[in-house]
């Protein structure tokens, strides 16, 4: 669960990107009713030789700019939010990761200003998806989208309980609806392995069981808020929840890294999701047993 004490965390560089990351953590700060927190990281700290370098300065005016016009941005969109900010020497996942402690929620753009394009995930964001405790917010599609008034919720099975939850309550907080989407794939078999007719009725059946349990948890939780499931054959997880993604206003989904992995790499779908859909992605780490492919 996201502590509601904890602020809003947003990183900036002065990318357009990240403007978009400012404005959306201010909205969801407010919505919310916590402080936000800007964060503009130089890694001063982690460059090699401990000589003083005239430069140093100059990176650290650069980023108070920054911050300064972050502010300004926020403020004037959301009134009477508080807001604080820090100028961090040290690297821009750690100075994100120190300032949300545990729970708190990231909030960060595609890419920044060393990115080459609009489709793929920055360094800082796929370093962040890997290691973060709470939930983290990536920033993408169009920079003034339609409003859909929806929130769409990947689910498979208990272990994306702490995503729908998530999912519910943005959805509550913003007056949207939430949409739950479930896939199942049917795989393709050579020779005498062809499933029967008997077990493609049983995937489709076992996946509604499993998400009308998740369904009646959400609604006896948030009464008032509008649900709607979706159990959906497709080729592709990845690319169904890609294809739905346009026409949310966020896409959440749950972070199912393999246990014992090394740098805890996120599963393909979590992976592919962060990459290429179409609206901001909200990514929710699983706290029960990790599993591979979310």
Known sequence: MVDAHEPVVVGVDGSEKAVEAARLAAAEAATRGVSLHIV???????????????????????????????????????????????????S??????????????????????????????????????????????????APEPVRTGVVLAAARDEGDLDALRFAAETADRHKASLRVLSCYRFHQYAGSMVPMRDDLTEVPEEQVRATSRLLGFLRDAFPALTVTADAVRAPSTAGALIDASGHADLLVIGARRPAHAIGAPLGHVAHAALHHAQCPVAMVPCRGPRGGGG
Not at 72 to 89: G, M, N, W
């Open 40 to 90: 503009h990281a130089t890694a001063l700290d982690g460059r090699s030789g401990k000589r003083p370098d005239p430069a140093d300065q100059l990176l650290l005016d650069y980023g108070q700019d920054v911050l300064d016009e972050a502010i300004a941005q926020v403020a004037a969109q959301v009134h009477q939010l508080c807001v604080t900010s820090t100028l961090s020497r040290d």
């Open 92 to 141: 821009a996942v750690r100075a994100l990761l120190g300032a949300a402690g545990a729970d708190g929620i990231i909030v960060v753009g595609s890419r920044g200003l060393g990115g080459f394009s609009a489709l793929l995930l920055g360094s800082v964001g796929l370093r962040l998806a890997a290691r973060v405790t709470g939930p983290l917010i990536v920033v993408r599609g």
